[in-house]
């Protein structure tokens, strides 16, 4: 028995290399979190101290305690736009999961050319936000937009409609195209997630006669819960907090069809110059962003 | 209909499915292009063509001499290759730290990294705005990067925990019985075989970076120091709204982009969804 000692050296050697070292990670992790520290939690401090303020930053710099925050919860404004950013969000994430998921389905069988439709398929999801809604803008426009060129041709509709510009369909056009730029992501996710379920999962199903709806309901949806648990969070706390889209596309506009928070944030900050409300605002939405992800958790959580 | 064919009917449905679904993608990118050879003239006339009678290559001319454009995009290199590299540093630390080491405010670390991706880039902007004021960072680069590092650091630190966590640790006791040092086993052992998560998270550090518009807009107000989103986003704005020079700029600062991540997809795509599938 000469080779137990052995053994046991290594053993306690791998052992001590575990609890003697563990502290080491700090020093791994400090310049990340210095930096952090620096770029992101003081200036999201200093956010809140500008919240408690009535100020230009400049020269005017009135302490109102919590006087903004008061403000914002008793305005008729700040719901309306609430509202709109929770219409914009819903509308967008449930669109893009749908597509996204649907889209994951179908290139998840033997159909010929599938690499070549998910390659097709992710491009949206690559073009700056920017791009994208100036591709659309054009797409938009009343006259020469070939949106409404289509859609004539199909019968859809009987005249050019300026989708931008009507406080009806302003919202909607601009959820359509937050769901073309987004949904790749959603579909990429999906599809890795498919992938990773046993197959085994789906031949037992199929000996028990599941139908292909029971099959998806029973073994592809509950293998997904992670995944669908992962985008929907991420892409609700993404998209309630969008900008460049809208902002380009519509500025809020018409009068404020499409005026999400982060826009009316924007326009409160450097157009009308009121730091202090913005900057309470910003916090507003944050507390928001975080009880909405908290929410889904438990939410989802609780199915399993 | 026997099996055979059915399944032969239902795959081509799929083909069909997938075939529309993919015409949604090439008909806007499509008609962009076209829009982008065309002479002001036909771009505002109908019926609309998908090919103009002149087709004009004049637009991708004028982006460089009518348009600051060349120097927005040398900006946005710099910057965005600036927040990329100082990204790549400190989380390929910070990654390697979070995935061997169970240490004193790992999991705080790791909150805040999830935290930051909750609150809008706006709740940071407004401090920014006054904070680079006072420091004389506006309309500067340092100052721009400062504000790309705030979001590309989250996101590179958790690209490279999840790629870390995937390479075995018993390497990591192999090497420390040999007697190497913590940094050592880092630097020479375990991360020449990180290297290709690190290119895949430098590569997608660059594209939010390159993508980025709020921070820019705000930060980088001065023609000198535009980047190129904002200069984008600032044509439409313009009085005469040339169509064909905007969408002839669309395309060329998004395609290098584009077909740099599809030639790289599968590697790509594999390191952003290995965390979500694991989950």
């Known amino acids: ?304 | 209909m026997t099996l055979k064919q059915r399944r032969r009917w239902q795959l081509t449905a799929v083909f069909i499915a997938l075939a529309i679904a993919s015409a949604f993608v090439i008909v806007p990118v499509l008609w962009m292009f076209s829009t982008s050879i065309k002479t002001i003239e036909e771009m505002f006339s109908l019926p609309l063509k998908w090919i103009p009678d002149t087709v004009s290559w004049d637009a991708y001319k004028r982006i460089w001499t009518d348009y600051p454009f060349g120097q927005y995009i040398f900006n946005s290199l710099f910057v965005v290759s600036g927040a990329t590299i100082i990204s790549l540093l400190v989380s390929c630390l910070a990654g390697y730290g979070a995935s061997r080491f169970r240490f004193l405010g790992r999991t705080a670390f790791l909150t805040f990294l999830l935290i930051t991706q909750m609150f809008p880039s706006i709740m940071l902007l407004i401090p920014y705005f006054k904070l680079m004021k006072t420091l004389g960072l506006i309309n500067t680069y340092g100052g721009l990067i400062l504000a790309y590092v705030s979001f590309t650091i989250p996101l590179a630190s958790w690209l490279m925990l999840g790629y870390f966590e995937s390479i075995p640790k018993e390497l990591d006791a192999a090497a420390s019985i040999d007697g190497a040092s913590r940094f050592r086993i880092f630097w020479q052992i375990i991360m020449p075989l990180a290297l290709p998560g690190a290119a895949a998270t430098a590569i997608y550090a660059f594209i939010v970076g390159w993508n980025e518009y709020i921070f820019a807009l705000v930060l980088a107000s001065d023609v000198k120091m535009k980047t190129v989103p904002v200069g984008i986003g600032e044509l439409i704005g313009q009085y005469r709204i040339a169509w064909n020079d905007m969408m002839a700029v669309a395309l060329v600062v998004s395609i290098p982009l584009i077909a740099i991540f599809l030639y790289l997809q599968k590697y790509l795509v594999s390191s952003l969804t290995a965390g979500a599938v694991k989950g």
């Not at chain 1, 046991?8 to 791998?14: A, G, N, P, R, Y």
């Not at chain 1, 599938?114 to 591709?135: G, H, Q, S, Y």
Request: hydrophobic share 55%; glycine share 6%.
């Open chain 1, 1 to 304: 028995m000469v080779s137990q000692p052995e053994e046991l050296k290594s053993k306690v050697s791998s052992r001590t290399y575990i609890d003697k070292t563990q502290m080491a990670g700090l020093w791994f992790a400090l310049p990340a979190a210095l930096a952090l520290l620096v770029v992101v939690a003081y200036p999201l401090l200093y956010g809140f101290y500008i919240s408690l303020f009535e100020t230009n930053l400049l020269n005017r710099w009135d302490f109102v305690w919590f006087k903004n925050y008061a403000r914002i919860f008793t305005s008729a404004d700040f719901l309306g736009t609430i509202f709109t950013t929770l219409k914009f969000t819903t509308g967008t994430v449930a669109g893009q999961f749908f597509i996204g998921l649907t889209l994951a389905l179908l290139l998840n069988t033997k159909v010929p050319g599938r690499a070549f439709f998910r390659t097709i398929l992710i491009v949206p999801w690559l073009f700056p936000e920017v791009v994208v809604a100036l591709l659309w803008k054009w797409m938009f426009n009343p006259l020469y937009g070939l949106f409404n060129d289509v859609l004539l041709k199909l019968g859809v509709i009987a005249e050019p409609t300026s989708w931008l510009g009507s406080t009806e369909t302003a919202l909607p056009s601009v959820i359509l195209v937050a769901i073309w730029k987004g949904y790749p992501l959603v579909m990429l996710l999906m599809l890795a997630g498919l992938q990773a379920i046993p197959q085994e999962q789906y031949e037992s199903a199929e000996i028990d006669g599941a139908s292909w709806w029971q099959s998806l309901w029973f073994v592809t949806l509950p293998n997904l819960r992670n995944v669908i648990m992962i985008s929907l969070i991420l892409n609700t706390v993404w998209w309630f907090k969008h900008f460049a889209i809208i902002w380009v596309l519509t500025q809020g506009g018409p009068i404020t069809a499409t005026s999400v928070i982060s826009i009316d944030i924007y326009k409160t900050a450097f157009e009308s110059f009121r730091f202090g409300p913005a900057a309470a605002l910003a916090v507003v939405v944050f507390f928001i962003v975080f009880l909405i992800s908290i929410g889904y958790q438990k939410l989802l959580g609780e199915r399993q």
